[in-house]
């Protein structure tokens, strides 16, 4: 496992691949290609930027593959290059596209309610559908929007939030509410821009929700900001944290608070969050953190 976690530690120039022992600072280490479920990858750079990119995929082009049925406990979304070697969504997925655009990860798509979720414990982190003593969970009703994951991110357990009352990460990848309107697939790799940031806490554990739209939607133009979501998408940042605090209400389980003053916090405070999650996994990759049952690989 070390090993793996340290090949993945590289610098890419020109058609060679050297080994480093921390990772780079990239700008934009790829591009998406237009084209289902294709994701094609640049030749990394070192430039001066705070956010980390990891990444020694040198094979273009990164494919989905399904194994299983959905809505069995076997099912998975894996994560392949062209050659058939399996990879991670949450690991070997670049972040960073520069300019304020990420890579979001769909783990859910709009209005379904099945609860899939990158399996950050198993090898290369298929997406699976998440269980509770044996059995698939599933939401209580549709979620409303495309759900998933920023790639490269991770929530500290051992880190406390001063600005959050004190709540610790919940050792998982930043979650990210996207609001654009296509129903998206999942494991379908897209590039959104953050729009705000929601401080759901969940007994207890901080539960980031970067609340961002796909730059392909037709109204992406028109959002750089929280209050261009209430303008352009009025009423959708209230039913967002409406919808995260209530939803486990039905299994008798008591409502999710929210921190910040139970209001969405602005798009700079969101690329803080980003920064600093994307700093903790850098930490977590470089084992500098223990690992506990997370997989590196």
């Known amino acids: 496992m070390a090993a793996a976690a340290t090949a993945r530690i590289v610098s890419v120039a020109g ?21 289902r479920n294709a994701l094609s990858f640049n030749n990394g750079r070192r430039l001066s930027k705070r956010l980390f990119s990891c990444n020694a995929i040198y094979n273009p082009q ?13 099912y998975r979304v894996f994560f392949e290059d062209t050659s058939g070697k399996k990879i991670s969504p949450w690991h070997d997925i670049p972040l960073h596209l520069g300019d304020g655009v990420f890579n979001f990860i769909v783990e859910i798509s709009k ?7 990158v399996a950050t414990d198993e090898p290369y982190t298929p997406i699976k559908q ?7 969970r599933y939401y209580p009703y ?26 610790f990460g919940d050792n998982d990848p930043v979650d990210v509410v996207e609001i654009g309107e296509t129903r ?8 959104v821009k953050p729009l705000a940031a929601l401080a759901m806490i969940d007994e207890g554990e901080l539960d980031w929700k970067i609340v961002a739209i796909s730059l392909d939607d037709p ?6 900001d929280v209050d261009d979501v209430e303008k352009h998408f009025p009423g959708t940042l209230t039913a967002i944290r409406d919808w995260f605090r209530d939803y486990k209400i039905p299994d008798g389980k008591p409502a999710n608070k929210f921190g910040l003053g139970n209001k969405a916090a602005t798009k700079e405070y969101a690329l803080k969050v980003i920064t600093e999650t994307n700093e903790s996994w850098a930490k977590l990759v470089k084992r500098s953190i223990p690992a506990g049952e997370l ?3």
């Open 15 to 35: 058609s060679s691949t050297v080994a480093s022992s921390s990772c780079l600072l990239l700008k934009a280490p790829f591009a998406l290609k237009h084209g």
């Open 62 to 74: 990164v494919q989905i593959k399904h194994e299983g049925q959905p809505e069995t406990l076997d």
């Open 111 to 117: 209005e379904s309610s099945a609860k899939m979720e």
């Open 130 to 136: 998440d269980t509770k003593k044996g059995k698939l």
């Open 142 to 167: 549709n979620i409303n929007w495309n759900y998933g994951l920023l790639p490269q991110t991770w929530e500290d357990p051992s880190l406390a939030n001063s600005e959050v009352d004190g709540a």
């Open 184 to 191: 998206r697939k999942i494991g379908e790799i897209l590039k």
């Open 219 to 224: 109204r992406a133009s028109l959002v750089n």
């Open 295 to 297: 997989s590196l690989a």
